[in-house]
């Protein structure tokens, strides 16, 4: 328990103005971007690595669970504070400790969000390349604990491909620097994988040091629309079998399509299935190689029209879209449970399809978004929390959701990582040898098991 003893322990560590006890200030910590909310004790706000290890220390001698949080951005309740814990707010630690435009390397602090990262090396022609779309927010330390991917996703990869070191605070409060910190070379055990995707559960990132591409001198972005979600899941599988690698590619559904359309006014025909948007960047005749093999692919999978920006406005309202798609979809009911199934490629306009036919049975809009190059999808169920009705159906959605995904050879999540929503699922998508050796990991990282306790790694019976 977090006594006043405690609190005067930490309250001397980070200074008066770095602490939070009040129950309306705690409220404000008690939830995320999920369904899910929980009751911190106290909230501190360090500025150096050494005060984040003295609190891990106060944590651990007294057996208090602690979390780290960033923005508290997530999604499957990563961030919600175990009762009775010490949440560890990164967001004052949001330097930019130093850029290497040569080395292309840029070290920060964990608290800095990823779009300032991206402003910041812009002016050197580097750009960051995991962009999450919720970049304007979300912290460099949450994307790494996460392994946030991005719309950038299908050409760079997720974020775990971007970090070349790290500094972390383990629970014991031992402090340690993992990575080849000074060039693209791994070592050979490189213990930055563990932490990349760890949901803050081994430890608390202190320092990253993050490997930045350069902007290619040209993009383009495409837009397609198909008479169904089988033409448009094939035009994929076409593109990237010939070799292209775009750098986007975005599947929207008809749920999509209309609501959109609705809250934008775009003219989008109305029966369209799906909407493909791409982007394509390297160098001019690349890109123009790459454009010519993409419409011939439109042509082959009978696209009904195309779309090409000609110029930088036109790029922005074709993305524009997209980027509308939350907004125009929570227009539609006052809760919605996003998912996050990854399924491989060849199966992706089958799993739309799927998807598309268990809204009809149950009864429900299910949106459906898809990061196509990565066969990440995103469908979203929305219903009304106050009706239990409505809540049972769609737990009972989400469920064959995760069933089909897996029977499709997929998995449960792409990006948003486990936290406590999909803790039920674990056991569907890993064997219990795999969880034995990750529950081992935890408990060598972390054997009082403070750090973030109840997210990612379900209870294993014995059996
Ligand atoms: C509108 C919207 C759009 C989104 N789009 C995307 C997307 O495109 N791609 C994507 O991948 N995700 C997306 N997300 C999910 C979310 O933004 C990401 O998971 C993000 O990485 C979380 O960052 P955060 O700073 O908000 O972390 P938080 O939510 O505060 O924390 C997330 C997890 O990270 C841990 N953590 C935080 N900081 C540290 C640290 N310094 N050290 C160790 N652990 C730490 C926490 O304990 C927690 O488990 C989206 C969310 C929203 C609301």
């Not at 490629?345 to 949106?367: H, N």
Request: glycine share 8%; hydrophobic share 40%; charged share 20%.
């Amino acid at each position: 328990m977090v006594d006043n003893r405690l609190i005067d322990e930490l309250r001397q560590i980070v200074g008066n103005e770095n602490i939070l006890t009040s129950k309306i200030s705690l409220e404000t910590y008690s939830f995320d971007a999920s369904p899910y909310s929980g009751r911190p004790s106290v909230v501190v706000f360090p500025t150096t690595t050494e005060m984040v290890a003295n609190i891990v220390n106060i944590a651990n001698k007294n057996d208090i669970p602690l979390m780290p949080r960033g923005a508290g951005s997530c999604l499957s309740g990563g961030a919600i504070a175990p009762d009775g814990s010490i949440v560890i707010s990164l967001t004052k630690m949001n330097n930019i400790l130093e850029i290497d435009p040569l080395s292309k390397i840029v070290l920060v602090e964990p608290g800095i969000t990823n779009k300032q990262v991206q402003l910041a090396v812009e002016q050197y022609g580097l750009m960051y390349a995991p962009d999450p779309a919720s970049q304007n927010i979300s912290t460099i330390g949450g994307n790494i604990a996460e392994n946030a991917g991005g719309i950038r996703g299908v050409k760079y990869g997720s974020t775990k491909d971007h970090i070349l070191g790290l500094e972390v605070v383990l629970p014991t409060g031992d402090v340690i620097t993992t990575g080849n910190i000074h060039s693209q070379v791994e070592p050979e055990l490189d213990l930055t994988y563990y932490f990349c995707g760890s949901e803050g559960t081994l430890g608390i990132v202190t320092k990253a040091w993050l490997a930045l591409s350069p902007i290619n001198p040209e993009v383009k972005t495409m837009t397609a629309i198909f008479g169904s979600l089988e033409d448009a899941g094939s035009c994929v599988a076409e593109i990237i079998a010939k070799g292209v690698v775009p750098t986007t590619m975005e599947i929207m559904d008809n749920t999509v399509i209309k609501a959109v359309d609705d809250y934008l006014k775009l003219g989008f025909p109305r029966d369209a299935e799906a909407l493909l948007l791409l982007e394509i960047d390297g160098f001019p005749s690349d890109v123009k190689t790459q454009v010519n093999s993409i419409i011939n692919a439109f042509a082959s999978n009978h696209a009904l029209s195309y779309k090409i920006a000609g110029n930088e406005q036109e790029r922005l309202d074709l993305w524009k879209a997209r980027r509308s798609v939350n907004g125009a979809l929570g227009k539609l009911k006052p809760a919605n449970i996003v998912h996050d199934i990854v399924v491989p490629r060849d199966r992706l306009a089958l799993m739309l399809e799927k998807v598309a036919q268990m809204a009809k049975k149950y009864g429900i809009i299910i949106g459906q978004v898809a990061h196509a190059g990565d066969g990440n999808l995103h469908p979203t169920l929305y219903y009304d929390h106050r009706i239990p009705e409505e809540v049972e159906i769609v737990e009972e959605a989400c469920d064959e959701i995760i069933k089909e995904t897996i029977a499709q050879g997929g998995t449960i999540s792409g990006e948003h990582g486990i936290g406590i929503e999909k803790l039920k699922y674990m056991p569907l998508a890993f064997s219990k040898p795999t969880l034995n050796l990750m529950k081992n990991i935890k408990d060598a990282f972390d054997p009082k098991n403070i750090c973030n306790p109840g997210k990612l790694l379900p209870q294993i019976t014995e059996d």
